[in-house]
């Protein structure tokens, strides 16, 4: 049977929109990808040590699971140490930006070890990942502080990205005894529609920037996202590219979740999804009034220091060790 020449008409019309359609999601999620591959100008390091934070350590070298070559400090703790704490940075920083959060947790009685992450700072790599990667350079810069000090407590600190990949890490049984978790994100979907919303939204955002995001904010936009980064570095992430929801249930250590209250890139509400989604009954969630997104510490570094230390006592209380101010 052959179709009538209206038919065929409809058929090619269609089939060109759909090639028009394809190749448009293709070249959105090329370019989206883009900003997780090959090295960027604000990776690399700066000159921060942490002498400029009146610590003393040394520059260790770690190597992940699947053979990439890490930078971090090993920070002592001053005065006999209660634990062991692994620092991890957020996109786009490095581990010189986390030095004032390990200075409190060094001068509390912790060892701090401080790594740039995958593709980051000293650290090898051109490929990162919203902490599913990552998750492995935290792994081992966790089993390098159970040897380096064994017989402690090891707890993963992490911020934004650096906060999933701790997350992630915890899920695996044995290396960790607790987490804190700066900034985490229920799926990295979510964030990229909170981002987009604000753009578009946005009062300040220019008439190209608002109409840039009105196309990234099309249905499927973030399953082409995935898809181009699986294409372009072989890493299946997911149509949602990264999502909490598998391993929460594997986390059995306490968490303390840390949110800003002016955080538009991963609201409060969604800090309270992802403590739903953890089966830990010593999971707790702590606000930090005002406070954007990675700001949380500047915002408020006090009341980020007691929280952060009270978590910690209680940690170490567990294990049969006593609080320390």
């Known amino acids: 049977m052959t179709l009538p020449a209206r038919g065929k008409r409809l058929l090619r019309w269609g089939a060109l929109v759909a090639g028009v359609l394809l190749l448009l999601y293709a070249a959105v999620g090329f370019a989206?990808?883009?900003?997780?591959?090959?090295?960027?100008?604000?990776?690399?390091?700066?000159?921060?040590?942490p002498a400029d934070v009146g610590l003393t350590g040394e520059t260790v070298s770690l190597?992940?699971?699947?053979?990439?070559?890490?930078?971090a400090w090993w920070l002592p703790a001053e005065g006999p140490p209660r634990g062991n704490v692994v620092i991890a940075h957020g996109v786009d920083h490095t581990r010189q930006v986390m030095l004032?959060?390990?200075?409190?947790?060094?001068?509390?009685?912790?060892?701090?070890?401080?790594?740039?992450?995958?593709?980051?700072?000293?650290?090898?790599?051109?490929?990162?990942?919203?902490?599913?990667?990552e998750s492995r350079d935290v792994l081992a810069a966790a089993r390098y502080a159970r040897v380096r000090a064994p017989g402690l407590p090891v707890v993963l600190l992490g911020v934004s990205y650096g906060a999933e990949a701790s997350l992630r890490a915890a899920a695996e049984p044995g290396l960790a005894d607790a987490v804190v978790a700066d900034g985490a994100f229920p799926s990295s979907s979510s964030v990229y529609r909170n981002v987009v919303h604000r753009f578009r939204r946005g009062p300040?955002?220019?008439?190209?920037?608002?109409?840039?995001?009105?196309?990234?904010?099309?249905?499927?936009?973030?399953?082409?996202?995935?898809?181009?980064?699986?294409?372009?570095?072989?890493?299946?992430?997911?149509?949602?590219?990264?999502s909490l929801d598998d391993v929460a249930p594997r986390i059995r250590v306490p968490v303390l979740l840390i949110s800003g209250g002016a955080d538009w890139m991963v609201p409060t509400a969604?800090?309270?999804?992802?403590?739903?989604?953890?089966?830990?009954?010593?999971?707790?969630?702590?606000?930090?009034?005002?406070?954007?997104?990675d700001r949380t510490f500047d915002a408020?570094?006090?009341?980020?220091?007691?929280?952060?230390?009270?978590?910690?006592?209680?940690?170490?209380?567990?294990?049969?060790?006593g609080p320390r101010r």
């Open 32 to 49: 989206a990808s883009a900003f997780l591959i090959r090295n960027h100008a604000r990776w690399p390091a700066g000159n921060g040590r």
């Open 63 to 71: 190597r992940s699971s699947d053979g990439m070559t890490l930078s």
């Open 100 to 133: 004032p959060r390990a200075a409190f947790l060094v001068r509390a009685g912790f060892n701090a070890l401080v790594p740039d992450l995958r593709g980051h700072g000293a650290s090898a790599g051109d490929v990162i990942s919203p902490g599913v990667l």
């Open 204 to 242: 300040r955002s220019p008439l190209w920037l608002r109409a840039a995001s009105a196309c990234a904010a099309a249905p499927g936009v973030v399953p082409a996202l995935a898809l181009a980064y699986w294409a372009r570095t072989g890493v299946w992430l997911g149509f949602d590219f990264g």
């Open 270 to 293: 969604d800090a309270r999804r992802l403590q739903g989604s953890l089966v830990s009954a010593r999971t707790s969630l702590v606000v930090i009034p005002g406070a954007t997104h």
């Open 300 to 321: 408020a570094p006090e009341h980020y220091r007691a929280a952060v230390l009270s978590f910690l006592n209680g940690v170490q209380s567990a294990r049969g060790g």
